[in-house]
Structures are given as structure tokens and as C-alpha cells.
């Protein structure tokens, strides 16, 4: 496999890229900042990858993209993977106390993220297509009172991404949504872990296996798909009094 | 409070502390005060760079030895010196100056760093080598995080024939058995340990059996390399499963399974990390849990020393399972480094309140006698006043220190009971 990964620096995109540098495949970087992508390019390189490229590209800037998916085209002579773990997390109090930073996280985990795969998906689905992974959140499957806003940037890219794979999987662009529950990383510092808190690890190796096996929908650790199937099923009623 | 980041750089801004995975048994990754600032290194954990012509490896300091292992066993390289545990890291592995099965021979993983990357007190980021800052880079092996928030590890990894090991298994009848075994042993073998028996008195004091080991070589070896294979949990239990009637009787098994004396390919998880198969064992203590203490006793030519430790130990009831006897080689560069010549013991102590205390004062006595001292990585009993008399070493330590720290910014709740740190 050939592979684009925006985010691969940190987190669940960092145990993802491990894997797949182990396994032996060609990687492509993007992310920001500069330094940080060329740590982890060489760690990947270590770790037995067969070759890493990279490249700034900033999740803000959706200006960018196209140029950097073409950079990156040419450093991998074509690529089959693509893998967004990329995004912004901000409390629900901290998102209706800052305007501006609500309107940066809105911005980057839908509109952009969605001008990316766009870029992504022009580029793969000439060539036959390929694998178009990306990281959404079981925040996204109920309004829920404490992740109201980032909640629905991750509904709206969970619909999306959903269509996408409606739309081009016959004609070989397999789409895989992944939905982290809670997941121990940097992102989640500091938040009190539910019982069933997952590890960076364990995602990614059950991402891993979706990506051999086209599966559509990936939920993480395993058990928030469970109990995503009991709140997608709540009675407004029940859901506007619980605070979950 | 404590925080992590894959930046570790930026989380060791203003921290008094920094920690790994924490597998220091006592009070040397914990903050001196709740109010105090610990950076975490353990997400810091990339591979920086690799050269397989010389072996030198560069990483940040939160990668693991399980990582490390991982990565490199395959390729035909591991680390000189690998402690009982792998769920370590290696700024945890510098700070602790550890030691292995192979002391005598490869000395403290210390002796193989060339170089690290350090965040001082006063927040400069150096290169700290024997070259650069000698004393700093002296006093930050086995210095327990004291001078400093270690960012990367520069180190010289061992090439290996295989990934596996050849051993060799006999027991030992008692306590000049074991001694001698131990020392004969070590002449031939570059990795020796021996694991006792600590229910047992009288005449058969000290039996156990020995365990010696190599690299094998590719012929001896199976093809394949070895799994690092996943975990098996203890759940938690609401009484201790570990007392003296249960740990007698589990030696005695053990002893009596070791009859013949045996070699074999050994996978090196069953050789070098025979804990770490059972995640969470230390549950199996219950709730109160327990503590580990460890000395290295000068044994020189005679050794009633070690008979007398061992009739404390004996009769004050100390039922550890786990208790291991290792022969130690030269005293390593750092400046508070453990092992110096002589036999080193470890030991699990159930936590008793007083009569723990009482136990590992008895025992430090000893140890001061004898001229050995203990391992601060393995102690949370330890009073000040005896380690400073067990540390002639102190005094040069503690002036590298404050030329670095002079106001004391990095500090440990170890820092406190041990170097009389503020709070
Ligand atoms: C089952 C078991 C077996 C063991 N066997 C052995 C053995 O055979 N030989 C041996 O020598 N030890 C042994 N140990 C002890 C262990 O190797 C050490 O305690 C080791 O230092 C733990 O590493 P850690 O990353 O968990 O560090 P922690 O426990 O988190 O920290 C240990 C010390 O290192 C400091 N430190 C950690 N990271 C940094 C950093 N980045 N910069 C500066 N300071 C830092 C901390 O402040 C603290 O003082 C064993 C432990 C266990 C649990």
C-alpha cells in the first residue's frame, strides 16, 4: 500500500502509521508542524517502513490541499491510501465561551476535512480508487448535551462519508468511517476516562483490519458500537434528561 | 499533576518532575507535593534514528523496551542491559542507571548511552555526553530525575546471533551453594541469577535454583523469531492471595520442580520478563500491597554476611515469591548508580505497616555494616538517615546538583524522604 496520512503524527493516526510502517508500506506525511513531521517520519523509517515522505499541510488552510495531495502523488508515484485522523477537539463550555475557536473546529472537522477527501477521492477514483479512511466520532450519532458543537461537525462528516461510500464503492473507492469512542491520547487529557476507555493501540490495529477488509463502519474500543446502537435508539425524552 | 504529551519537550516546561511507565516500585516517580508539576514521557516515544553499521540508536525517551524489543530482536539487535520488567522506558532506564542479568559482564545501562538530550532546571534543552558536561551526564545516570528532564537517549545497542536464548537450570542446596554457584557461574556465563527461597530456614536456608544464560547462536535457535506475546490480567482482589502459608508452599513446588538440572532454547520473555506475562500480578498482594527492597552486600572473601541477612529475613517472616540473587560487577560511571561488587538481593516485602519498617530498618543495618547500600528505584522504607550514611558517594552528587538546580526546582517525594528536599 501506498499511503497519505494527515494526522499520523500523534494519537490513534501515530499507532495507525506504525503499523502500517511495519508491515512494510510507503507513507506520506502531512500535518504540521515542520519538525514534528520529520520526527516522525524517521521513527517510521525505523520502525521498517519502505519509504516516508512529508510534507507541511495545515487543516485550516484548505487552500493547500491539493497542492500537497499532489506532492504527495508524485513522492509515492501514486497512492492507494488515504487516512484523515486529523482534527480539533474543544470542550462543549469552551466552544459557546469562544466564538472564534468554535468557528476553527467547525471549520476543520467538516468543511475541511471534506474539501481534503473531495481532493482525495478526484485523485483515487480515476486511477480505480482505493481506500479513503477517516476519523469521525461516535460524538456524532445523538445531539448529546456536553459535545453539542463538535458533535455536529462530526454528524456532518459522518453523513458525508456515509454517501461517499453509497456513491463510489462500486466503482473501487472503499470508504471507512472510524468512530472512537473514548480513546486515551493527548486529545482526551485531562477528561475523566469512561470504564471502557480504549488505548491509541487497540484502534489501530482494528482499524487496520477494516482497511484489509473494506468494513465501512469502524467503532472503537468495539463495545461503544453497542452502546451507540442503545442512545441512537433513546427516546427524545429520555435523551433531554439524561446527561449523557 | 501529572502531564503527557507526544511534546514532551513542551510538558517538561516547569515540571518538577518527569515519570515514564512508572515502574519504580517506590516513591521515585511521584511528586513531592500534589501541587507539583510531573511530565509523563511515556507518549514521547518515537525512534529518532537507527545505524545498523554501528548500533547507535537515537530515541525519545518515552520509547519502551517492549518497543524497542519489537523493532529490533527481529533484526538481530537488543538492549545491553535489559531489567526484569520491559514496560520501562528508557528515560526511566537512565534515571534508574538499571541493571540486568548480564551486570558483571555489560555493567549498567548507563555504560552504553553516549549521549542525551536534557531540559535543566533553569528550562535551557542541552546535549549532555561524557564529552560535553561530564559531571551533569555522571550525576543524571541513576539520578533518579533529579538533574534533569532526560528528552532523547543516545545509546549503543548489543548485536545478538538470535533472538532467542540458551539456558541452563540447576538447583542449589543452600545458601553457600547458592553463593558459590552464583560466583562460578558468572566466570562462564555472561547472564546468571538465582531465585530462592525465602520461607525456608534452617539448614536449607537460601536453596533455589540458578539460571544461566546466552544469546543462542542462529543454529541453535528456531528459525522464526520469537512472539511478544499479549497479557494475562490478575482482576482485583479483595484479600491478598500472597501470605506466608501460600508463598511456602509455592516455593516448595517450585523448588521440587527444578529437580534435574536442564538446558534449553528459552523465548526471552520467559528469560528476561517473567512478570510481565501476568498484567497486574502485583494484585495478587490484595489491597494492602507490597513493597520491593533491594541491597547489594560487598561479599569480598567471606560470606557470613549474607547468612546473617538471611536469618533476619528469615525469621522477621518475609514471604516474597519473588526474590532474586544476583552477583554484581564494577561500579558504574554514575554517581548514585546501585550495583558495586558483591551479591545484590531482591526481595517483595507485603506492606505490614511497622513491622515492614522494622524489618527493612533490621536489614539496612546490615547493608550499612557490610558497606553496601540499596537501590532507590526499588525503595519506599529506606530512612533518610541511612541512606546518607550508605552514600559516601552523596556529597559530590548533591554539588553537581546544586551548581544545577541551586534552588532545588526538581524534586520527588523520593527527593524529600531520602535528600531531606523540601516540601
Ligand atoms: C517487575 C519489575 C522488575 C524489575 N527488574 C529490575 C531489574 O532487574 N534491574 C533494575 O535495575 N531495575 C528493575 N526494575 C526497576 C525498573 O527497571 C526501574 O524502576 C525503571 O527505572 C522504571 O522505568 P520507568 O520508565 O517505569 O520509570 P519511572 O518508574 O516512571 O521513573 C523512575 C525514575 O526515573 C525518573 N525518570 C523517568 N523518566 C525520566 C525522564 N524522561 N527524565 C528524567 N527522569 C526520568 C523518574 O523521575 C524516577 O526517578 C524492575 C521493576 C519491575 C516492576
Known amino acids: ?244 | 499533576m501529572e502531564r503527557a504529551s507526544e511534546n514532551f519537550e513542551a510538558a517538561t516546561a516547569s515540571a518538577a518532575l518527569s515519570r515514564g511507565l512508572g515502574r519504580s516500585y517506590g516513591d521515585a516517580s511521584l511528586p513531592a507535593s500534589p501541587a507539583d508539576v510531573v511530565a509523563n514521557s511515556r507518549r514521547a516515544d518515537r525512534i529518532l534514528g537507527f545505524d545498523p553499521g554501528s548500533g547507535v540508536l537515537r530515541a525519545e525517551a518515552g520509547l519502551s523496551l517492549r518497543d524497542l524489543n519489537r523493532v529490533f530482536l527481529r533484526r538481530g539487535w537488543a538492549s545491553p542491559v535489559s531489567p526484569g520488567t520491559q514496560y520501562v522506558t528508557l528515560g526511566g532506564m537512565v534515571a534508574s542507571d538499571v541493571h540486568g542479568g548480564n551486570h558483571h559482564v555489560a555493567g549498567t545501562f548507563g555504560e552504553h548511552v553516549r549521549s542525551l538530550r536534557m531540559r535543566v532546571a533553569d528550562g535551557r534543552v542541552l546535549e549532555v555526553s561524557e564529552q560535553t558536561e561530564p559531571e551533569l551526564f555522571r550525576a543524571t545516570l541513576g539520578g533518579m530525575g533529579l538533574t534533569g528532564h532526560i528528552l532523547e537517549v543516545e545509546l549503543k545497542m548489543e548485536r545478538i546471533p538470535s533472538a532467542w536464548l540458551y539456558t541452563e537450570t540447576r538447583r542449589v542446596a543452600d545458601i553457600d551453594d547458592l553463593v558459590e554457584t552464583l560466583l562460578e557461574s558468572s566466570r562462564r556465563w555472561p547472564m546468571t541469577k538465582t531465585w530462592f527461597d525465602s520461607t525456608q530456614r534452617g539448614p536449607g536456608m537460601g536453596r533455589g535454583f540458578a539460571v544461566m544464560g546466552r544469546w543462542a547462536e542462529a543454529g541453535e535457535a528456531p528459525p522464526q523469531p520469537p512472539l511478544l506475546r499479549e497479557r494475562l490480567s490478575v482482576p482485583p482482589l479483595p484479600i491478598g492471595l500472597v501470605n506466608a502459608l501460600t508463598v511456602s508452599v509455592f516455593n516448595k513446588l517450585w523448588f521440587h520442580s527444578q529437580s534435574r538440572p536442564r538446558a534449553a532454547i528459552a523465548h526471552p520473555q520467559a528469560f528476561f520478563w517473567p512478570l510481565d506475562g501476568l498484567l497486574h500480578w502485583n494484585r495478587l498482594y490484595g489491597p494492602r500491597g507490597f513493597a520491593q527492597y533491594q541491597c547489594v552486600l560487598p561479599i569480598e572473601r567471606d560470606t557470613r554476611v549474607v547468612r546473617r541477612f538471611f536469618a533476619i529475613m528469615t525469621r522477621r517472616g518475609c514471604p516474597s515469591p519473588v526474590s532474586v540473587i544476583k552477583d554484581c560487577g564494577a561500579e558504574g560511571r554514575g554517581l548514585l548508580s546501585f550495583p558495586k561488587p558483591g551479591i545484590s538481593i531482591a526481595l517483595d516485602v507485603p506492606l505490614r505497616g511497622e513491622r515492614t519498617q522494622a524489618l527493612v530498618d533490621a536489614l539496612n543495618e546490615i547493608v550499612l555494616e557490610a558497606g553496601g547500600r540499596v537501590y532507590m528505584a526499588k525503595d519506599v522504607l529506606t530512612r533518610g538517615t541511612h541512606f546518607r550514611a550508605m552514600e559516601p558517594r552523596l556529597p559530590h552528587f548533591l554539588e553537581v546538583r546544586r551548581k544545577w538546580d541551586p534552588e532545588r526546582r526538581l524534586r520527588s517525594a523520593l527527593s524529600v524522604r531520602l535528600l531531606g528536599d523540601d516540601v
Open chain 1, 1 to 244: 500500500m501506498k499511503a497519505v496520512l494527515l494526522g499520523a503524527t500523534s494519537g490513534m493516526g501515530r499507532a495507525l502509521s506504525r503499523l502500517l510502517a511495519e508491515r512494510g508500506e510507503s507513507l506520506f506525511l502531512l500535518g504540521i508542524p515542520a519538525d514534528d513531521l520529520s520526527r516522525s517520519a524517521k521513527d517510521l523509517e525505523a520502525r521498517g517502513a519502505r519509504e516516508v515522505g512529508w510534507l507541511e499541510c495545515d487543516l485550516l488552510q484548505p487552500k493547500g490541499f491539493a497542492g500537497a495531495l499532489e506532492r504527495a502523488d508524485q513522492a509515492l508515484g501514486g497512492f492507494d491510501l488515504v487516512v484523515v485522523s486529523a482534527g480539533l477537539f474543544g470542550s462543549q463550555e469552551r466552544l459557546e465561551a469562544d466564538p472564534e475557536f468554535c468557528q476553527k473546529l467547525l471549520a476543520a472537522n467538516f468543511a475541511n476535512t471534506v474539501a481534503f477527501c473531495e481532493e482525495a477521492r478526484k485523485r483515487m477514483l480515476p486511477r480505480g480508487g482505493g481506500t479513503l479512511c477517516v476519523w469521525s466520532s461516535v460524538a456524532g450519532e445523538r445531539g448529546r448535551k456536553p459535545v453539542i458543537l463538535y458533535g455536529a461537525a462530526k454528524a456532518g462528516l459522518t453523513r458525508y462519508l456515509e454517501g461517499l461510500d453509497h456513491k463510489f464503492r462500486s466503482e473501487g473507492l472503499v470508504t471507512i468511517t472510524v468512530k472512537p469512542g473514548f480513546v486515551r491520547t493527548s486529545m482526551t487529557e485531562g477528561l475523566k476516562p469512561p470504564p471502557f476507555a480504549g488505548e491509541p493501540d487497540g484502534v489501530a490495529r482494528q482499524v487496520l483490519r477494516a482497511l484489509d477488509r473494506g468494513t465501512p463502519v469502524v467503532y472503537a474500543p468495539p463495545i461503544w458500537g453497542l452502546v451507540m446502537l442503545v442512545i441512537r435508539n433513546l427516546p427524545r425524552f429520555v435523551m433531554r434528561r439524561i446527561g449523557f
